[in-house]
């Protein structure tokens, strides 16, 4: 199982992004999604997730400005950036919980490589 990011790149303070991030392989069941970022010198942070189901929560930095939504069918989750602001600048990680085999007893968490967005002021 692999996750795959795509999307990022430089944009200007205001403009918009759209990263998307697929799971490649064979899966029973992708649970949550979620995407996180990290910016230079900066922790990794949460900034939004999305249920199963497309209940979606966002982190108070980017509520109003990001939208993330999936395709179950196609396994991937899609995240739209708009109002791009300098502080945004990070890498972009994707993750998924993903429960492999209905054998399993437990599902796991998986993790894309990252893209970098840089907003430029």
């Known amino acids: 199982v692999q996750l795959q990011a795509s999307g990022g790149g430089l944009v200007q303070a205001g403009g918009s992004l759209n990263l998307s991030c697929t799971v490649s392989?064979?899966?029973?069941?992708?649970?949550?999604m979620s995407w996180y970022r990290q910016a230079p010198g900066k922790q990794r942070e949460l900034i939004a997730d999305i249920t199963r189901e497309g209940i979606d929560k966002y982190a108070e930095s980017v509520k109003g400005r990001f939208t993330l939504s999936r395709d179950n069918r196609k396994k991937t989750m899609f995240l739209q950036m708009k109002n791009l602001k300098p502080d945004d600048t990070a890498v972009y990680y994707c993750?998924?919980?993903?429960?492999?085999?209905?054998?399993?007893?437990?599902?796991?968490?998986?993790w894309g490589q990252g893209t970098l967005v840089t907003v430029s002021s």
């Open positions: 392989g064979s899966t029973f069941s992708i649970n949550a």
């Open positions: 993750a998924a919980n993903i429960w492999v085999d209905p054998v399993d007893t437990v599902s796991k968490d998986y």
